[in-house]
């Protein structure tokens, strides 16, 4: 009778309980229609209003298949006020026009519906945050971007997830901190990684009829049985270009005996194959740059270095793994390639000199270099063929500017004064006594005398 009456009473404070939570309950429904109605149509990032503003752009993602996560950005130098990649080893952008069409579509963004206030749909619709920890079989995770101010404050933060289907540039996007998960228009095509998409993609920045000159050296890098690398020389070559006849000429051959260059002029029937230099001056025109690596301590700027390289074994491992090797050459270390080196003169008067060392397959070609290739040529690019490491130098050819011949400054007034006179005299040619110098006439015809003229008797005419 007790316990009876004991559950009748936990029943009505249990009934008492339960009423007043569901009279007191959050109308879920109600605020999410109000939430939506203050939402849609609205702009996501309210004080993002000026591209010009942005100074740091970041590209967060997850590739799924590879279980791997990438990290593109680059951000504007506030001492030299020049774009540089941070996630490239800081090198140089020309990326001012391709932020600002980053970074325009994120001002104004306006919010077309709402998907989903539930979590559990983030991962259907492609949002879950890259930039938080993401087990290697995650899937459904969304490309972060994210764009700074000069002082570091967030303007846009967004994640972009799955495209909406049969809605053209609709996206399912989410703001890290919000579990909403909103439509809206974007065009996702500036959000690109693609390293060269942010650069200047021209390795040297010349046309193939600026090139007057190739030079070659062709060698070869062998291991040796006892150790090291050693190094097999088979000829060098420079080349000249004359633009008036269209024409080349060989400055200088040489081939190898016994290590020695000895210098080898053509056989007779041989000849230049022109058309082979006109498609090298191409080839060196069309030199990309597809990916960068920092150099590896004790290699100078100007690649130049010092025996303390031939100390660093990580910087030699480094340099070894990409083709390139340091020889000894009395004081100096001097770097050779297993491709061989080119040489390329400009009628500018820069020369460039290109060590090509190994291909390198961790570079894939973009999707949009890949649109429209032959089977073979997709081949080629997914094996790294067409991507091979290069050291580049540039020099000034000084020839192309002789040294210009200088007057002397005056030290006093009384000089100056008398430069001025001088430079505003004629020059006077040196005078030499007429009898000094005798003047040499060409001999005149010799006129006969009067008398001779009278007395000479005239020719008789002949008889015809």
């Known amino acids: 009778m007790n316990e009876g009456r004991t559950t009748a009473i936990f029943a009505a404070v249990a009934a008492i309980v339960f009423g007043l939570a569901w009279w007191t309950r959050p109308d879920a429904i109600s605020n999410e229609q109000d939430l939506e109605a203050s939402i849609v149509g609205k702009p996501i990032f309210t004080s993002f209003t ?35 990649l941070p996630s ?65 404050t967030v303007l846009a933060n967004l994640i972009v997830g799955k495209a909406v289907e049969n809605a053209e540039n609709q996206h399912y996007v989410r703001v890290p901190t919000e ?78 005996s016994n290590g020695q260059e000895v210098e080898t002029p053509l056989a007779p029937g041989e000849r230049l194959q022109e058309s082979s230099l006109n498609a090298l001056r191409d080839a060196v025109q069309d030199l990309e740059i597809v990916g960068v690596r920092r150099k590896p301590s004790g290699l100078a700027a100007d690649l ?11 910087s030699l491992t480094s340099l070894y793994s990409q083709g390139f ?10 770097i050779y390639a297993t491709g061989g080196e080119t040489l390329v003169g400009t009628t500018d008067g820069v020369n460039y000199l290109l060590r090509f060392g190994e291909t390198d397959s961790s570079i894939k070609a973009s999707e949009d270099d890949e649109e429209g290739l032959e089977e073979e040529e ?44 001088a430079d505003a005299e004629p020059e006077d040619s040196p005078e030499v006594a007429a009898e000094e110098v005798p003047l040499e006439l060409p ?22």
């Open 325 to 334: 090797f340091p020889q000894e050459r009395g004081d100096e270390v001097e």
């Open 179 to 256: 579990d909403a998960v909103y439509i809206v228009e974007l065009n996702t095509a500036p959000f690109t990684t693609d390293f060269k998409k942010w650069i200047k993609g021209k390795l040297l920045d010349v046309q193939s009829f600026d090139i007057a000159k190739i030079g070659l050296r062709d060698y070869a890098v062998l291991p040796m049985q006892g150790g090291g690398y050693g190094m097999s020389r088979n000829f060098n070559a420079d080349l000249n270009f004359d633009a008036s006849s269209n024409k080349w000429s060989i400055e200088r051959f040489g081939t190898f």
């Open 50 to 84: 000026d591209p010009s503003a942005a100074t740091s752009f970041q590209i967060v993602k997850f590739d799924e298949t590879l279980g791997q996560r990438e990290r593109f950005e680059i951000t504007k130098d506030k001492s030299s006020n020049m774009w540089k």
């Open 88 to 152: 490239h080893d800081d090198y140089p952008a020309d990326a001012a026009e391709q932020v600002r069409d980053a970074t325009t579509p994120l001002i104004d963004l306006q919010v077309l519906g709402i998907q989903s206030f539930d979590r559990g749909d983030h991962s259907l619709l492609g949002v879950i945050n890259p930039d938080e920890d993401v087990s290697v079989a995650e899937t459904g995770v969304g490309m972060l971007v994210r764009v700074k101010d000069a002082e570091s």
């Open 304 to 314: 130049k270095a010092d025996k303390s390289l031939m100390e660093n074994q990580e």
């Open 378 to 421: 997709e081949d080629e690019l997914e094996s790294g063929g067409l991507s091979r490491f290069l050291l580049v130098t540039a020099q000034v050819d000084h020839s192309k500017f002789p040294v210009p011949e200088l007057k002397p400054q005056p030290e006093t007034v009384e000089e100056m004064l008398q430069m001025e006179r």
């Open 443 to 464: 001999d005149a015809p010799v006129q006969p005398k009067a008398e001779e003229a009278e007395t000479a008797p005239a020719a008789e005419p002949k008889e015809s």
